[in-house]
C-alpha cells in the first residue's frame, strides 16, 4: 500500500516537474522568437531610415537643379532680349543716322549759300545801285532766300534741324562751340553775344555746334 502512494506521488511530482520544463521552454522558445522579431524591426527600420535620407538628399539635390537650371534658363532669356534690344538700337540708329556723312556735306552747301543771300541783299548795299541792277539783284535774293527755305525744309523732313542760339542765350556747351570771349560791361557772364555760325542736329545728336562769342 505504501508502496503505490509513493509510487503515485513519485508519478504526480514527475508530471509537475515536466509541465514546468515545457512551460518554461515554451516561454524561453517565445522570448527569443520575440527578440528575433525585434531585431528584424529595427534593422528594417534603419534600412528604412537610411532609405528616406537617401531619397531625402536626391530629392533635395534634384530642387537646387531645378533651381540652378531655372535661374540659367532666365538669365539666357533676359541676354536675349538684351541682345535683341541692342540689335534693334543699332539697326534704328543706322537708318536714322546712316546719312550723318551726307548730311555733314550739305551742311557746307547751306552755308554757302547763307553767305550768297547775306552779300546779294541790295538793301544792305552801302552805294546807291541803279534801278536796273537793283531790281536783278534783288530778284536773285529772293531766289536764294526761296532756296535756303526749300532746303531748310527738306532738312527737317529728315531730322535735320538748326541750332539758332539768340544773343542772351546761356551757353551750352553740349550744344555750342565758344569760339573767343569777349568782356562786355553790363552783360551776363558765360551767355551768348555773337553768333558766327548756326549749328545743326540730327533728330538728338549734334552734328555741328553753333559758333558763338561769349560774354566773358
Same mark, same amino acid.
Given at each position: 500500500?505504501?508502496?503505490?502512494?509513493?509510487?503515485? %506521488?513519485?508519478?504526480?511530482?514527475?508530471?509537475?516537474?515536466?509541465?514546468?520544463?515545457?512551460?518554461?521552454?515554451?516561454? /524561453?522558445?517565445?522570448?527569443?522568437?520575440?527578440?528575433? $522579431?525585434?531585431? !528584424?524591426?529595427?534593422?528594417?527600420?534603419?534600412?528604412?531610415?537610411? $532609405?528616406?535620407?537617401?531619397?531625402?538628399?536626391?530629392?533635395?539635390? /534634384? !530642387?537646387?537643379?531645378? %533651381?540652378?537650371?531655372?535661374?540659367k534658363?532666365?538669365?539666357?532669356?533676359? !541676354?536675349? !532680349?538684351?541682345?535683341?534690344?541692342?540689335?534693334?538700337?543699332?539697326?534704328?540708329d543706322?537708318?536714322?543716322?546712316g546719312?550723318?556723312?551726307?548730311?555733314?556735306? %550739305?551742311?557746307?552747301?547751306?552755308?554757302?549759300?547763307?553767305?550768297?543771300?547775306?552779300?546779294?541783299?541790295?538793301?544792305? /548795299?552801302?552805294?546807291?545801285?541803279?534801278?536796273?541792277? #537793283?531790281?536783278?539783284?534783288?530778284?536773285?535774293?529772293?531766289?536764294?532766300?526761296?532756296t535756303? /527755305?526749300?532746303?531748310?525744309?527738306? #532738312?527737317?523732313?529728315?531730322? %535735320?534741324?538748326?541750332?539758332?542760339?539768340?544773343?542772351?542765350?546761356?551757353?551750352?556747351?553740349?550744344?555750342?562751340?565758344?569760339i573767343?570771349?569777349?568782356?562786355?560791361?553790363?552783360?551776363?557772364?558765360?551767355?551768348?553775344?555773337i553768333?558766327?555760325k548756326?549749328? #545743326?542736329?540730327?533728330?538728338?545728336?549734334?552734328?555741328?555746334?553753333?559758333?558763338?562769342?561769349?560774354?566773358?
Amino acid at each position: 500500500m505504501l508502496v503505490k502512494i509513493s509510487r503515485s %506521488l513519485l508519478s504526480s511530482n514527475r508530471g509537475r516537474c515536466a509541465l514546468m520544463l515545457n512551460k518554461y521552454t515554451t516561454e /524561453s522558445s517565445n522570448n527569443e522568437s520575440g527578440n528575433e $522579431q525585434k531585431t !528584424e524591426q529595427t534593422e528594417v527600420t534603419k534600412n528604412y531610415e537610411i $532609405q528616406m535620407k537617401e531619397l531625402e538628399e536626391k530629392l533635395s539635390k /534634384s !530642387e537646387e537643379e531645378k %533651381l540652378e537650371l531655372k535661374d540659367k534658363f532666365l538669365r539666357a532669356m533676359a !541676354e536675349t !532680349e538684351n541682345t535683341r534690344v541692342r540689335m534693334r538700337k543699332q539697326i534704328d540708329d543706322a537708318k536714322i543716322f546712316g546719312i550723318q556723312g551726307f548730311c555733314k556735306d %550739305l551742311l557746307e552747301v547751306a552755308d554757302v549759300l547763307k553767305l550768297a543771300i547775306e552779300n546779294t541783299d541790295p538793301k544792305k /548795299s552801302a552805294d546807291p545801285l541803279d534801278k536796273n541792277v #537793283f531790281e536783278r539783284l534783288d530778284s536773285m535774293h529772293q531766289g536764294l532766300v526761296m532756296t535756303e /527755305s526749300r532746303l531748310l525744309k527738306i #532738312f527737317e523732313k529728315h531730322g %535735320l534741324v538748326q541750332i539758332k542760339p539768340i544773343s542772351g542765350d546761356r551757353f551750352d556747351p553740349n550744344l555750342h562751340e565758344a569760339i573767343f570771349r569777349v568782356p562786355i560791361p553790363n552783360k551776363e557772364s558765360g551767355t551768348v553775344e555773337i553768333i558766327s555760325k548756326i549749328g #545743326f542736329k540730327l533728330h538728338d545728336r549734334v552734328i555741328r555746334a553753333a559758333q558763338v562769342g561769349v560774354v566773358q
